[in-house]
């Protein structure tokens, strides 16, 4: 059965945490699993803050053969979508725009990067395994995202937009298919339909769904 792109998309861009899977050098030839967290770039490349200390960096820097299982929420797993991503996972040094983007998801990152200890890696995924609930599964090339911006081009459309954000509303991403927002310290992904238009046309999209919250009521959580 085919796998539906949007799905795969969806996921990886609103999972905030995943079992990476890497060659154990204690223990060779066993997979090292480990819970981490990660940020998803523009091109949908999961990004991670890593220890050097830690057992999985040690890990990828022998062999960057990973994996990494992303799963949807709920109190039924089984029932719920999930996401292997198989690839090679590599150290990279981010541009300052990458580097912004990353902390406005991860705040929290500025503390660790402050350490010294801590550095940037990539998952550059080459096959994935979806599987969208029960009978509804398969593999494919990994996720493009449509007529995607770079890290500039989407912090410049979220500095226009800034002005019309309601109070109590930060922006962390925008893309062809939703803008990413953060109420009360909550991370909330918000549908946007820009149609045909380019940048242009997502920017209205994008400044029409916050002109939506700046009416929605205290118990939509804008309080």
């Not at 040690?58 to 198989?86: C, I, V």
């Not at 002109?211 to 309080?223: F, I, N, R, S, V």
């Amino acid at each position: 059965m085919g796998v539906d792109p949007r799905a795969v998309r969806e996921l990886l861009r609103t999972a905030r945490s995943g079992a990476l899977g890497t060659l154990s050098l204690a223990m060779p030839g066993y997979p090292f699993v480990s819970l981490v967290t990660f940020v998803p770039d523009v091109r949908l490349r999961p990004v991670f803050l890593l220890s050097g200390l830690a057992e999985h960096t040690r890990n990828l820097r022998a062999d960057p053969g990973a994996s990494l299982l992303l799963a949807e929420g709920g109190s039924h797993p089984l029932e719920q979508a999930r996401l292997t991503l198989l690839g090679d996972v590599a150290e990279f040094e981010p541009d300052a725009a990458a580097c912004r983007r990353f902390l406005r998801y991860s705040p929290e990152s500025a503390d660790y990067l402050k350490l010294g200890d801590f550095r940037f890696f990539r998952l550059e995924p080459a096959r994935l395994r979806f599987i969208g609930g029960f009978a509804r599964m398969g593999w494919s090339d990994p996720p493009v995202p449509p007529a995607g911006l770079t890290e500039a081009e989407e912090g410049g459309l979220l500095d226009e937009l800034a002005p019309f954000a309601p109070v109590g509303v930060g922006l962390l991403g925008l893309d062809e298919e939703g803008l990413d927002v953060r109420i009360a310290g909550v991370i909330r992904r918000l549908p946007v339909c820009p149609g045909a238009g380019g940048q242009e046309a997502l920017l209205a999209a994008a400044k029409a769904v916050l002109a939506g919250l700046e009416l929605a009521t205290p118990g939509d959580g804008l309080a």
